[in-house]
């Protein structure tokens, strides 16, 4: 059943003030805005020549499985070609961080890619508030795609590491050439422990798409189609940057793009509802300041591990999808265009006061 509650939510304010600082390799940072109510505890603006390595690890290969455990069909690399700082982007706020997919010969693939990531070098949890502003340019075609998503960086006492999907996953920006009008913000979790074993069917998820148009979740759940979008159609992913963040509290985590809240997912049974738990997984759409929410529950399913009281490590990853019933955006169609850039701006991570 799908019950729409009428709810008025105060907006967060945002203070002016504004600070220069300089990064790792002594270049000035442009003005980051100070939130009311935060601390900022990390930040990568892209500003240097190069990436800083005191920040990012650099991935090559293709993962688990041979195919990043999703059915893709790329090789990421650490050359130029896939990953470097470019500086002549229109509207960024000083370098970006291009991440580009090219169709071409490399090894044992026919497509290369880039991806980073911020494992063992930084990590966060509740209490935090994290961002990036990212132009996915030129994913356009079905089977390009582009993430901004975390993994988890703790591992239970006694355990040589956390498997998946027990430990988690927060997919703040998942956005495919396939679904070009929308973005959808996840979290995958366990629905047992099995004593920390990956088992093929135990793995629940719970994700919201936005509509860049409507800036709320569509009325009706978008389907492959549309693509390619005209060139900077603000209408999608592809048409300039947006700001895609996450609010981690104790007991939810809300995904908002450019400020706007759509997707609201509580861990615990019966929080979304604010009623007794059933011992469901469940969502609830809402009317929040006249745009529909998706709110839902629940992903701490056992008391072993409670994955979203941990902390987690960023990743920035673009991929080329190889398989329609395992990759999330579908096969590559052959008339997709390459090379395939997107631009990460900064992102950052403020601390809740």
């Not at 090789?75 to 896939?82: Q, W, Y």
């Not at 994290?130 to 960086?153: L, N, S, T």
């Not at 450019?258 to 759409?285: K, L």
Request: hydrophobic share 30%.
């Amino acid at each position: 059943m799908r019950i729409t509650v009428m709810l008025i939510l105060i907006p967060l304010l945002i203070c002016c003030q504004k600070s220069d600082k300089k990064d790792n390799n002594g270049d000035v940072k442009t003005n980051v805005p100070a939130y009311d109510g935060y601390q900022l505890i990390w930040q990568e603006e892209f500003n240097g020549n190069t990436l800083d390595n005191k920040k990012w690890n650099i991935e090559t290969g293709t993962g688990i499985g041979g195919n990043w455990g999703t059915g893709q069909l790329d090789r990421a690399t650490d050359r130029p070609e896939n990953l470097r700082i470019q500086t002549d982007i229109p509207d960024a706020d000083g370098g970006t961080l291009a991440v580009t997919t090219r169709k071409e010969s490399f090894v044992d693939r026919n497509y290369t890619s880039g991806r980073v990531n911020t494992q063992n070098l930084g990590a966060f949890g509740p209490g935090t508030r994290i961002e990036a502003r990212i132009w996915a340019r030129d994913v356009k075609y079905k089977g390009q795609g582009f993430a901004f998503w975390m993994m988890p960086v703790e591992k239970p006492a006694g355990q040589p590491n956390i498997m998946w999907p027990q430990g988690g996953e927060i997919d703040i920006m998942e956005y495919v050439g396939s679904i070009p009008y929308h973005n959808l913000g996840t979290v995958h979790y366990a629905w047992f422990w099995k004593d920390n074993q990956y088992l093929d069917w135990n793995h629940g998820h719970q994700g919201a798409y936005y509509n860049y148009a409507e800036r709320q979740v569509p009325a009706v759940k978008p389907e492959y189609g549309a693509w390619p979008p005209k060139d900077n159609d603000p209408n999608t992913g592809s048409g300039g940057f947006h700001t895609y963040r996450i609010d981690w509290y104790k007991e939810r985590i809300e995904f908002s793009i450019d400020g706007q809240v759509y997707h609201m997912h509580y861990f615990n049974d019966g929080d979304a509802f604010g009623q007794a738990p059933d011992g469901q997984d469940g969502q609830i759409e809402r009317t929040i300041n006249g745009k529909r929410v998706l709110a839902t529950e629940y992903s701490h399913h056992f008391n072993e591990w409670k994955p979203f009281e941990h902390s987690f490590y960023l990743i920035l990853s673009a991929g080329v999808g190889g398989n329609d019933n395992q990759t999330y955006g579908g096969r590559i169609t052959e008339d997709a265009k390459f090379p395939c850039s997107v631009f990460i701006d900064w992102v950052r991570v403020y601390k809740r006061l």
